[in-house]
C-alpha cells in the first residue's frame, strides 16, 4: 500500500513512523521508506530537501506555515543546529497564535505539518543527543523481510488473479474492522446520550438494528476474506524458495560494496532484474519443475550480470559467497537437496584454529604422525572435535586414521591436492564444504583452487568460468536513463572497446569524449544537454580525478528527464575505483570492468597484436631489432607478472604502462639505426633506469629492474639458442615474419613457473598463500557481528577472557634503578656508553607500550560489563579481538611494525620485553636480537659508535662487514672485539648452507629459513670497499617486515629497510638473487 513493503517489519516501522510523537529518522539504505514517504504524501503536496540544498530552511518554513509535509533525506551523522526547533517541537503561544522559532524568525506554526528524515547511511552512529530528539527506526531490509516482499513478486507473477484478489481483501478487511469500529463508538455515544428510558428512543433502536445487520454482513465478509487469505497463503508458500534464493542473492551483491566502493547495487535495481527473470525465464505447469527453472535461470543470470562489473579477483570470491550462503540457509539448501553448511563449520573456515576456543579443549596430547606438521596437525584436531560437538559424527575418526596410514602423508604433499580423491574413500563419507575445509586445514595456500573446486561440485561449472566482457550486450541492456560505467584498473582502456561498439552501430560521429579534470565539469554539462537532445553519446573520462564536481554529475541524473531525452543517448562514464564517485549514480547504472590481460603469454599476445607488419619489419638492422624487440615485450610481460608475487616480485607494485614500452621500442630502434653496432650499455641504462626505472620509487627495485633487463638485453639474446628464462620454452624466435612470432607466443604454456620471471618456484607458494589470506580477509570483513550458534561463547565472552588471559600476562614496566652495572656503564669522560643510551630509548618505547596496554584491556573489560561507555576505539579493539586482529590503539606510533595475528603478536611483545628485562638486568649480552627493537638502525650507530671510541677512528670512516657462523645456539655466541653478534633474522627467496656458511638455492616448500648467530664486524670503509667489490659476495637487504615497502624516508631509503648485510655466495653473478628477491627479514607473520 502506498510502496510500503508487505513484510512484519516494515509495516511495523510504518505505524512508528505515522503515529510516534517525536519525529521519524529513518535508517534507509535501500531507500525503502524514503520512496514510501514519496508515495504516501505525494497528493499533500510532500517537499523534499537535503541539507546540501540551498536554502532548504526556506522550504522547511513554507512547510511548516502552510501545513504540508517536508522529507529531508540523505543525512549523515550530525544534524545541522538550526533543525533543533523543530525536532524539539518548541512551539508557544504569541498573540492566540502558536509559533515556532526558526532561526530568527518566529514562523505560524500548522498543526498538519509533518517531518520525516531519512539516512542512506547503513550504520550510522548517532550521539545520545540526536537520539533524544527523534525516533531512530530502522527500515534497513532483513533476510526475511525482503523474502516476505519478493514472495508477493513471485505470486503477482505467477498467478495474478491471487494477487490481485489479496490486495482487495487487505483493503475490504480493513474497511468491515473500520466500520465495526465506527459503529461501536457510535452505539456508545447514543447509550450516553439517551435518557432514562431507552425503549422510548426510536434512533437508538434503529441504529442498534441496522448496526446488527451490518456486523453480521462485515462478519460473513470477514470470515470469507479470512479463508481466501489461508488459500493465498499456501500458494504463497509454495512459491517462497524463489523468494529465499533472491533475497539470499541481494544480500550477497549488498555486500560487495564492503570489498570495493564502485560495487553499488540498489534494492531497486536489483528487483527490477528479478521481476524481469520471472518473466522471461521458461514457463512450466508443474510449480516444483516451474521453481526449479526459476531457481537456476535467476542465480546464472545475476552471477553473469554482476560478474561483468567485478574485478577479475573477486569474481570467484562472488560465486563462492552466492554459493556459501545458499548452504548456509539450512531450509532452502535442504530444499535444494544440498548438504547445508553448519555455524561451526564456517566458523572454521573463517577464524581457523580461534573457532575452537571456548567450545573444545584446548589440551589435545595426540601428536602429530611423521611428515605432517604441527600446526596442520592441530588445525585437522580443532575441524574433527568441532564436529563431533554439534554431533556431526560424518568426519568421526578422521585423524586416528592420518595418524594410522602413510597414504594421508602423501596426500599432504601432493601437489593436485584439491583434485586430487581422499585416501581410504573419505570422499563418500564427507561434504563438498567439509573437504574444502580439510585441504585448507593441509594447505592454506591451495584455498582458492579447493573453493574454486567446491563451487564447481555446489553449482556448477557455469559459476567458476569469468564470463567474457561483452560491450555489445551491456548496451542493449541499457536504456537512455541508465548510465553505463567503466570501473578502471591499472593499464586497462576501454576507449578501443567503445570506438569499436560505435562503430558497428554507425556512431563514430556521434560518440562525444570528455577527460574530466579542473575546468571541465562545465563542459562536460553542456556535452551531456546537447547529448540528451540529440541522442549522441557522450563519454566523460576519469571520473576519479573530478572528485569536487562529483556532486553536480548525482545533481544532473537526478534530474534529467525521460520526456526530453532521445531514446539513443547514453552516458559512458569511466572511473577508477573512487568513494568520491556518488552512490546513486553507481546503483541506477550498468557497471563494466575492463582489465588488462594476465599473464605473461596473453601479454605477449597482446602486445604482438598491437604491433604492425610496418613495424615489426622497419629496421635495416632487422635481425638485431627483432630479438630486442621480442627480449623488450618479455621484459616488460615479466615485470609486469611478477607484482602477483608480492614483495617478493616487486617492494612496491609500479603501474608500468604500455606507453613505457612504446618509447622504449622507438629508442631501440632508433639506436639500432644510428649506431654501428647495438649499444648495449645504453640501451640497458635507457630502458631500466630512464623509461621504467622513472616510474620506480624504491632503491631495491632500482637494482631490481637493471639486473632483470640485463638478462634479457646482452649480446646473447642474438644466439639462437639463448634462453630467456631456465626453463626450455622461453627464447626469443629465430628471425622470421611477424605472423611467427604471434603462432610461437600462442604455443607457450598457459600455468607459468615463477622461475620465469627471475624467482623460485616456491614464490608460487607465496602467491598462492598470499592471495589465500586476502580472498579469506575479504570474506571476513562482509561477516556481520552475529552473536555465536552452535553452543560456542557469545562473542562478549570470548574478548572478555581473551582480556583477562593478556592482563595476566602483561610484564611490569622496567625500571632503571633494576640495571646492572655494565648496562648504563660510564665512559671516561662521564657520559653513559652509546648502547647503554640506545637501551634506555628503546625500555621507554617499550613502557609506553606496556602502559597503553594494560590501561586498554582494562578499559575494554569494563566496557564489556557496561561500567564505562564503549567508544568507538573500544569498538574496534573488540572487533579485532574477535578476528585475531591486532587493534590499531596498540600498533603504530606507540608500537613497532609487526603483521602477526594478535596472539602472535602479544607471545612475541613478551618475548620482546622479556630480552630488554635481561639486557637491563644482567648487562648486555653476547649475541643481541636485532628485531626485537623498534629502531634497529640506532643500534647499528651505537655498535660502530663504540669501536669508534676504542679505536679512535672517525665513525664515518667505518662499516660493517658480516661474518656469517656456524652457531644455532645464542648463549654459545662469545663477545666479539670489533663489532657485535647479531641473531634472529631470516632470510627469503633463498636457502642457507649450515656446513658452507653461505646461501644457497631453496628447498621445495621451504619458504624461510632462519640464520645462524652473524657477527657484524666493524672494518674500516676503505676495507669494505675492497671487500664489497670481490665477487662472492651479495649484497642483501635487511627488513622489518615481510611487506618490505615503507614510506620513504629522509635517509632516501624506505622505513622498512633496516641495512645491507654482505651474504657469501657461490654464485657469481649477483643478479641471480637480486631477481630471486632474496632479502633478509626480521620477523615472519605468523
Known amino acids: 500500500i502506498k510502496s510500503l513493503p508487505s513484510d512484519d517489519l516494515s509495516v511495523e516501522n510504518g505505524i512508528l513512523v505515522t503515529r510516534g510523537r517525536r519525529w521519524p529518522l529513518m535508517v534507509d539504505p535501500q ?121 508477493v513478486d513471485v505470486v503477482a507473477n505467477e498467478r495474478p488473479d491471487l494477487a490481485e484478489l489479496r490486495a482487495s481483501l487487505v483493503v475490504q478487511i480493513a474497511a468491515d474492522k473500520a466500520e465495526m469500529d465506527r459503529l461501536e463508538q457510535l452505539i456508545l455515544k447514543l447509550l450516553s446520550e439517551a435518557g432514562a428510558d431507552l425503549l422510548a428512543d426510536d434512533t437508538l433502536i434503529v441504529t442498534l438494528d441496522q448496526s446488527k445487520q451490518t456486523s453480521t454482513s462485515c462478519l460473513e465478509r470477514m470470515a470469507s476474506a479470512d479463508k481466501s487469505m489461508e488459500e493465498i497463503d499456501d500458494v504463497t508458500e509454495k512459491f517462497r524458495p524463489v523468494a529465499t534464493r533472491a533475497s539470499i542473492l541481494y544480500f550477497v551483491v549488498a555486500d560487495l560494496s564492503n570489498i570495493d566502493p564502485m560495487y553499488q547495487y540498489s534494492l531497486q535495481y536489483f528487483a527490477g532484474l528479478f521481476n524481469m527473470r520471472l518473466q522471461q525465464s521458461e514457463k512450466s505447469e508443474d510449480i516444483s519443475q516451474r521453481i526449479a527453472i526459476i531457481l537456476e535461470d535467476l542465480t546464472s543470470f545475476m552471477y553473469i550480470n554482476i560478474c561483468r562489473g567485478l574485478f577479475e579477483d573477486h569474481k570467484m570470491l562472488f560465486s563462492f559467497l552466492i554459493c556459501a550462503q545458499i548452504l548456509r540457509h539450512k531450509v532452502h539448501a535442504r530444499y535444494v537437496n544440498k548438504n547445508p553448511i553448519s555455524t561451526l563449520e564456517w566458523s572454521f573456515f573463517l577464524r581457523g584454529l580461534e573457532a575452537g576456543k571456548g567450545i573444545i579443549s584446548e589440551n589435545d596430547d595426540m601428536a602429530p604422525p611423521e611428515g605432517i606438521q604441527l600446526l596442520v596437525w592441530k588445525k585437522l584436531r580443532t575441524f574433527e572435535m568441532l564436529l563431533l560437538h554439534e554431533e556431526t559424527m560424518a568426519i568421526e575418526g578422521i585423524t586416528d586414521e592420518m595418524a594410522a596410514s602413510p597414504k594421508w602423508v602423501e596426500f599432504a604433499d601432493n601437489d593436485s591436492m584439491p583434485s586430487e580423491p581422499l585416501p581410504m574413500d573419505w570422499d563418500q563419507n564427507i561434504t563438498a564444504f567439509q573437504r574444502l575445509l580439510l585441504v585448507k586445514s593441509f594447505r592454506e595456500d591451495f584455498l582458492q583452487l579447493a573453493v574454486r573446486h567446491f563451487v564447481g561440485a555446489e553449482l556448477g561449472e557455469t559459476y567458476i568460468v569469468s564470463p567474457p566482457f561483452d560491450l555489445a550486450g551491456c548496451f542493449k541492456d541499457s536504456q537512455k536513463m541508465t548510465p553505463l560505467i567503466f570501473i578502471l584498473s591499472a593499464g586497462a582502456d576501454p576507449t578501443d572497446a567503445l570506438l569499436k561498439l560505435a562503430r558497428d552501430h554507425e556512431y563514430e560521429e556521434k560518440l562525444h569524449f570528455i577527460s574530466l579534470g579542473q575546468g571541465q565539469g562545465e563542459k562536460a554539462e553542456k556535452l551531456i544537454h546537447l547529448g540528451r537532445q540529440s541522442g549522441d553519446w557522450v563519454c566523460l573520462q576519469n571520473c576519479h580525478l573530478a572528485a569536487s564536481w562529483m556532486p553536480a554529475l548525482e545533481r544532473i541524473q537526478e534530474q534529467q528527464d525521460p520526456n526530453g531525452t532521445d531514446d539513443m543517448y547514453r552516458l559512458w562514464l569511466t572511473s577508477m575505483p573512487s568513494p568520491a564517485f556518488p552512490v546513486p549514480v553507481l546503483q541506477s547504472g550498468i557497471k563494466i570492468t575492463n582489465e588488462p590481460p594476465k599473464g605473461l603469454r596473453a601479454n605477449l599476445n597482446r602486445t604482438f597484436q598491437d604491433i604492425t607488419p610496418e613495424v615489426y619489419e622497419g629496421c635495416s638492422k632487422s635481425r638485431e631489432f627483432k630479438k630486442l624487440l621480442f627480449s623488450l615485450a618479455f621484459f616488460h610481460a615479466a615485470i609486469l607478472e611478477r607484482r602477483k608475487f608480492g614483495p617478493i616480485g616487486w617492494n612496491v607494485p609500479y603501474e608500468w604502462m604500455d606507453s613505457d614500452f612504446q618509447v622504449s621500442r622507438e629508442q631501440v630502434h632508433m639506436y639500432l639505426e644510428s649506431q654501428p653496432g647495438v649499444p648495449w650499455v645504453t640501451l640497458n641504462y635507457i630502458i631500466a633506469e630512464v623509461n621504467y626505472g622513472g616510474r620506480v620509487t624504491d632503491d631495491k627495485d632500482v637494482r631490481l629492474i637493471s639486473a632483470f633487463l640485463k638478462r634479457y638485453f646482452n649480446e646473447g639474446i642474438l644466439d639462437d639458442s639463448y634462453k630467456l628464462s631456465p626453463l626450455e620454452h622461453y627464447y626469443a624466435p629465430k628471425e622470421g615474419t611477424l605472423e611467427e612470432v604471434r603462432d610461437y607466443v600462442r604455443s607457450l604454456p598457459m600455468d607459468e613457473d615463477p622461475q620465469v620471471y627471475g624467482l623460485h618456484s616456491n614464490a608460487q607458494i607465496t602467491a598462492q598463500t598470499q592471495a589465500a589470506k586476502k580472498f579469506l580477509d575479504t570474506i571476513i570483513s562482509v561477516q556481520p557481528r552475529l552473536s555465536s550458534g552452535g553452543g560456542g561463547q557469545k562473542p562478549e565472552d570470548l574478548v572478555t577472557d581473551m582480556a583477562q588471559a593478556f592482563s595476566g600476562r602483561v610484564p611490569e614496566q622496567m625500571k632503571k634503578k633494576d640495571a646492572h652495572a655494565e648496562t648504563y656503564k660510564k665512559t671516561a669522560d662521564g657520559g653513559i656508553v652509546s648502547l647503554g643510551v640506545f637501551h634506555s630509548q628503546e625500555m621507554d618505547r617499550f613502557n609506553v607500550l606496556i602502559s597503553r596496554v594494560k590501561s586498554t584491556l582494562a578499559t575494554l573489560g569494563d566496557a564489556i560489563k557496561g561500567l564505562v561507555v564503549m567508544s568507538a576505539q573500544l569498538e574496534e579493539m573488540y572487533n579485532c579481538f574477535l578476528i585475531q586482529k591486532v587493534p590499531p590503539v596498540w600498533g603504530e606510533p606507540v608500537s613497532y611494525p609487526c603483521l602477526k595475528p594478535l596472539n602472535s603478536w602479544f607471545e612475541d611483545f613478551l618475548e620482546r620485553v622479556a630480552f630488554m628485562t635481561r639486557w637491563l638486568k644482567s648487562g648486555p649480552p653476547t649475541s643481541y636480537w636485532v628485531p626485537c627493537f623498534y629502531f634497529p638502525q640506532g643500534f647499528m650507530t651505537c655498535s660502530k659508535q663504540v669501536h669508534a671510541r676504542k679505536t679512535k677512528i672517525p665513525i664515518d670512516a667505518l662499516s660493517f662487514w658480516t661474518e656469517p657462523t656456524d652457531l644455532q645456539d645464542v648463549a654459545a655466541a662469545g663477545p666479539q672485539d670489533a663489532g657485535q653478534n647479531v641473531h634472529g633474522l631470516f632470510v627469503q627467496g633463498c636457502g642457507w648452507s649450515v656446513s658452507e656458511k653461505r646461501i644457497s638455492e631453496s628447498e621445495k616448500g621451504v619458504l624461510f629459513v632462519q640464520l645462524p648467530v652473524i657477527w657484524m664486524k666493524v672494518i674500516p670503509s676503505s676495507e669494505f670497499e675492497e671487500l664489497q667489490n670481490a665477487p662472492g659476495r651479495y649484497r642483501c637487504p635487511l627488513y622489518k617486515t615481510s611487506l618490505r615497502k615503507g614510506t620513504l624516508s629522509t635517509t632516501g631509503h624506505s622505513t622498512n629497510f633496516v641495512t645491507h648485510f654482505q651474504l657469501p655466495t657461490s654464485e657469481s653473478d649477483q643478479g641471480h638473487w637480486v631477481r630471486r628477491g632474496v632479502a633478509l627479514l626480521c620477523m615472519l607473520d605468523d
Not at 31 to 46: A, E, S, V, Y
Not at 72 to 79: I, K, M, Q, R, S
Not at 91 to 114: A, M, S
Open 31 to 151: 531507500g525503502q521508506g524514503n520512496r514510501w514517504i514519496k508515495h504516501m504524501k505525494k497528493d499533500k503536496g510532500l517537499g523534499v530537501i537535503k541539507l546540501s540544498t540551498p536554502n532548504f530552511l526556506r522550504t522547511l518554513e513554507t512547510g511548516i506555515r502552510e501545513g504540508s509535509p517536508i522529507l529531508l533525506e540523505n543525512v549523515e551523522e550530525v544534524l545541522d543546529p538550526s533543525l533543533e526547533p523543530v525536532l524539539m517541537k518548541q512551539i508557544f503561544k504569541k498573540g492566540g497564535q502558536w509559533l515556532l522559532r526558526l532561526g530568527t524568525e518566529d514562523v505560524p506554526y500548522n498543526d498538519d505539518f509533518r517531518f520525516f528524515i531519512t539516512t542512506k547511511m547503513a550504520n550510522p552512529h548517532y550521539l545520545p543527543e540526536i537520539c533524544i530528539k527523534v525516533t531512530v527506526i530502522n527500515f534497513t531490509v532483513t533476510l526475511s523481510g525482503l523474502e516476505d516482499q519478493l514472495v
